[in-house]
């Protein structure tokens, strides 16, 4: 079964119930029993086909995907492929772009949970992930943060709070194919830090970060 939806304004209307001004929004769906849900509040947001690859697609069966931006100037792009996915994005404020890749090339993803709650301004956000039993989720409250996650590894566990502005959270987790994965837990609070974390190697590794204050410099590499 394929079904394909390409929309502009109108059809963002009457696909999402709310939606107004120089909102759009572009969806491509393989399979079925997806759900897909999309409210967009404000003006000039979109979820996909203008740049970016024109990300905006569901690929697979029992994906189940919610999307919700108020504001102006949002963009959420996204790339589901596999089955039994549960995505949720949330976006409030101005002028924040999420970007989120769900399987890679011809890998898809299954039973992989996302969740995004993005409140402010002028946030970035890359997510990229590949593998199986993975959970994600990334809260940020405050302006002009950067975040760029790659996960790549299976039953791999990731949960990332940033409170403040301008941080930068970096973001990388490959090998462990056997075990549990790898497991990141960090919470950001203040302005203008800077974090990589690299999470590397055969064996699954957990990293634990707690940050107050400005300016301050992080880096965590594991691997064996």
Request: proline letters at 0%.
């Amino acid at each position: 079964m394929f079904k394909k939806f390409k929309f502009t304004l109108l059809a963002a209307l009457l696909f999402s119930g709310v939606a107004f001004a120089n909102n759009s929004v572009y969806i491509e769906q393989a399979g079925s029993s997806n759900t897909v849900t999309i409210t967009q509040i404000g003006s000039q947001n979109r979820v996909g086909n203008a740049g970016l690859n024109n990300q905006s697609k569901i690929t697979g069966s029992t994906n189940t995907l919610t999307a919700s931006q108020s504001g102006a100037g949002n963009i959420l792009d996204y790339t589901v492929v596999g089955s039994n996915n549960t995505i949720t994005k949330t976006v409030t404020g101005d002028t924040n772009q999420i970007t989120f890749t769900c399987g890679d090339g011809t890998t898809g993803c299954t039973n992989v949970t996302s969740s995004m709650t993005i409140v402010g301004d002028g946030n970035t956000v890359t997510s990229t992930i590949k593998g199986s039993n993975i959970s994600n989720t990334l809260n940020i409250t405050g302006d002009t943060n950067t975040v760029s996650q790659s996960i790549l590894t299976s039953n791999s566990t990731s949960l990332i709070n940033i409170l403040g502005d301008s941080n930068t959270f970096t973001s990388s987790m490959t090998g462990a194919s056997g075990g549990l994965g790898h497991s990141l837990v960090a919470s950001v609070t203040g302005t203008s830090n800077v974090h990589n974390v690299t999470q590397s190697g055969s064996v699954n590794t957990t990293v634990n970060i707690v940050t107050n204050g400005s300016s301050n410099n992080v880096t965590v590499t594991t691997g064996n």
